[in-house]
């Protein structure tokens, strides 16, 4: 079964400096794809970038990146010179069958300090 | 743009009540989902439907039942409220695309049970 790992509950940036969030991911499928999601305090839930398993390059979003390790299989997002609207919690997820739900990690809240 | 509002952001209900949470979306999707989330669990998913009057349970469907009578539309009912169902509940849509396709999510509800 598919599962995804979020090692840190929680992390602290300066402002203007690049930050990796961790994720992590096990199935046992060669197609799947992996997504991450930013949930501000308001609560709803932004669809930020996406990494296809057989895509070769590392998915890119204007500050956002996808460092993707296949053999690791970690998916890892980096956000480049944070602002202070990036605070908010980030949850990595994916899917490894066609059409059936995303499942989610426990998500990392990222708070980025002046 | 894609478009899914939830009826309701907050709402407080008593114990022993029937709630509805209604999920409407205006992107033609077939696939619509319902998650809650709490603290420290990530998102969970209770159930899914993949077209009008079909429902698939997720991972935590105990004391919720769905309908979809309309492709637009998803509703989550509590047949009997308790307080440990007191939590966020997010609804999302997707079109059928497989690996790749993305879930939309709605603004959430945040409902609480006394």
């Known amino acids: 079964a598919q599962k995804i790992t979020q090692t840190q509950p929680g992390m602290f940036v300066q402002e203007k400096e690049a930050v990796t969030l961790d994720c992590t991911y096990d199935?046992?499928?060669?197609?799947?794809?992996l997504f991450w999601y930013k949930q501000p305090s308001s609560g709803e839930m932004i669809f930020l970038i996406y990494q296809g398993s057989y895509d070769e390059q590392n998915a890119t979003e204007g500050r956002y990146s996808l460092n993707f390790q296949k053999a690791r299989k970690s998916a890892n997002l980096v956000i480049s010179a944070s602002q202070l609207g990036d605070s908010a919690m980030y949850f990595c997820a994916m899917r490894d069958l066609g059409n059936t739900p995303l499942v989610f990690g426990k998500g990392t809240r990222l708070s980025v300090i002046a | 743009d894609v478009k899914v509002t939830q009826s309701s952001r907050y709402l407080v209900k008593r114990t022993g009540e029937k709630v509805f949470l209604e999920c409407v979306q205006d992107m033609d999707h077939e696939n619509m989902f319902w998650y809650r989330q709490d603290p420290g669990l990530g998102l969970r998913l209770i159930y899914f439907?993949?077209?009008?009057?079909?429902?698939e349970k997720g991972d935590i469907p105990e004391g919720y039942s769905v309908s979809r009578e309309k492709k637009e539309r998803f509703s989550l009912i509590l047949e009997s409220a308790s307080t440990n169902q007191t939590s966020m509940y997010l609804c999302?849509?997707?079109?059928?695309?497989?690996?790749?396709?993305?879930?939309?999510f709605g603004p959430g509800t945040r409902l609480t049970v006394l």
């Open positions: 999302a849509s997707s079109s059928v695309a497989g690996v790749t396709d993305t879930q939309y």
């Open positions: 199935t046992s499928d060669q197609s799947y794809g």
């Open positions: 439907s993949y077209d009008v009057k079909m429902k």
